[in-house]
């Protein structure tokens, strides 16, 4: 978000795969004993569940919910999609769906790796040679030093002057709201404030944003969304195409900066020196792509979200307008809790493993697994009552950043600055601001995507 966009695990896909629009495959009946045999193996799933299915993430969101309720209940991993995919690419994943399974996949990156891809289905071996890795895509020892050299970038001076920066600009979109009285709070407010953060921050020249906006929108718009196949072979390269534009307006920036440092993070990210290195062009622009792709959209759909959950449950909202500077940190985590904005990401087994420990279901070597970070932000072993939304919720260790371990999100601290600063001076000054209606979704199985949310003050 905000950053949540994710090097983690809240957020988010690589600007590397984001033009490879992860289409979800439909899936056939799992195949009994897939991931060992005897005690612990994998079990069927229940009938009528297909999280491999299109058509699943289509469903109501309390049906969706009923059904992870249930495959949380089972004694291991379901298995989807086995034997599916292009030219036997994707055979399958098993889906961990229980809080403590994503913790341990997320902490045990030695066993569980990113590197194969994040995403579904995983971004071609081509693809990430034309535009580079994210950091998403990579395993140790390669993102260690992606990360060393990305977090040296981020200087106490930067993040100051990166927090004024939040405040100025939810001043400046609540004063616009006011004055102009804008129908949409997705396209007004949610989706302009990260946005505009992470341009200042990057120092990308104002005469260049919008163009830049355009091409994320090209590039992210199909992720995790399934279209029809006559779409898909009508623009097969559009996502690509916005991609490599993105990407190659930020190396032209990258190599002016080189020669001209100016006091923003592309600057520091170009010519930091972490052990001999630095970000080469195309590093840059897949942490850009990064931070545009996954933060910007995870950052709008918390918002998003967080602004209808205020609305619908109105004790909430009255509770928190009551004493902003007592709840509000809660809200914001509660609201990340319970809408989830990154659905989904994918690891691959390194070794065989049994989750769990030594009487855990058995995982071979090379198959796939699908850590559902909503699910497990609603397991009922971890949070009373899941399903209600309780900005007192305490404690409240959500999984909406990642489950720890190297890839949890680098920007989870910018991600709450963003969402804190924005509520306090739009409920201070609207306090009736409100959704009306019903958030438009997209059905995406990849993230909790808000296209619009009309609202009123």
């Not at 992720?223 to 072979?233: I, K, N, Q, S, Y």
């Not at 950043?401 to 969402?419: K, N, V």
Request: charged residues 25%.
């Amino acid at each position: 978000m905000g950053t949540t966009a994710s090097d983690a695990g809240a957020t988010t896909t690589s600007g590397a795969t984001a033009g490879a629009a992860a289409d979800v495959r439909p899936g056939t009946d799992p195949r009994p004993g897939a991931a060992g045999s005897g005690p612990g193996s994998a079990v069927d799933r229940p009938g009528g569940v297909d999280l491999a299915d299109p058509a699943f993430w289509r469903l109501p969101a309390p049906a969706r919910a009923a059904a992870f309720a249930e495959l949380r209940r089972l004694p291991a991993p379901a298995r989807f999609g086995a034997g599916q995919g292009r030219a036997g690419r994707d055979r399958g994943f098993h889906a961990l769906v229980r809080y403590a399974d994503v913790v341990e996949a997320s902490r045990t990156p030695g066993v569980f790796l990113s590197g194969p891809g994040v995403t579904t289905p995983e971004p071609a071996r081509w693809v990430r040679l034309l535009f580079g890795d994210s950091m998403v895509n990579l395993d140790d020892p390669r993102h260690a030093q992606l990360r060393r050299i990305v977090s040296r970038a981020f200087t106490p001076r930067l993040l100051s002057r990166v927090e004024e920066d939040i405040r100025r600009v939810a001043t400046e979109l609540v004063d616009r709201v006011e004055h102009e009285r804008p129908r949409d709070f997705v396209n007004a407010v949610a989706a302009e404030l990260p946005f505009r953060v992470i341009c200042d921050m990057m120092g990308i020249p104002a005469e260049i944003r919008r163009a830049i906006l355009d091409q994320v929108n090209h590039a992210s718009e199909h992720t995790g969304v399934a279209r029809p196949l006559r779409e898909r072979l009508r623009t097969p390269g559009r996502g690509l195409r916005a991609l490599a534009r993105m990407q190659g307006m930020v190396a032209a920036l990258g190599r002016e900066r080189r020669r001209r440092p100016a006091d923003d993070l592309i600057s520091a990210l170009v010519t930091a020196d972490v052990d001999g290195r630095r970000l080469t062009g195309r590093e840059l622009g897949a942490f850009f792509s990064l931070l545009l792709v996954a933060g910007v959209e995870t950052t709008r759909n918390a918002l998003a979200h967080g602004l209808h959950l205020l609305t619908v449950h109105p004790g909430q909202r009255a509770l928190l307008l009551g004493d902003l500077d007592r709840h509000l940190g809660g809200a914001v985590d509660e609201i990340v809790r319970h809408s989830t904005p990154i659905i989904q990401f994918r690891r691959t087994l390194a070794v065989d493993h049994r989750l769990g420990g030594p009487d855990g279901p058995l995982l071979r070597a090379g198959e796939k697994v699908v850590l559902y970070y909503g699910s497990a932000n609603h397991d009922e072993t971890v949070f009373a009552d899941p399903e209600a939304f309780d900005i007192t919720r305490t404690p409240n260790p959500h999984l909406g950043f990642g489950g720890g371990g190297p890839h949890y999100c680098l920007g989870a601290h910018l991600a709450r600055q963003e969402m804190k600063v924005l509520y306090r001076e739009l409920f201070t000054r609207l306090p009736e601001a409100r959704s009306v209606g019903e958030p438009e979704l997209a059905p995406s199985s990849f993230d909790h995507r808000v296209r619009a949310l009309r609202f009123t003050f």
